[in-house]
């Protein structure tokens, strides 16, 4: 498990940008960085750090960072 701002912060690195800068409700097309790179790179931290699995499909339905979270279910804490 990790907390939702553990999440972001993870989330930051991928995207490379500011720590602090995401704050949750972001949309994920109006991410500067995020692209196919990144989706790979959420994936992975995914399977390593919360031991679960998210397919690009459903990556690719989430619209919001909420809404992965929200996929990530009980592994991420508030």
Known sequence: MMT???????LEEILETDPGALKGDERLTDLKGWNSLAVVSLIAMVDERLDTTLSPREIAKAGSIADIVRLLGDTIVP
Do not use: G, N, V
């Open 4 to 10: 939702k701002r553990e999440f972001l912060s993870e």
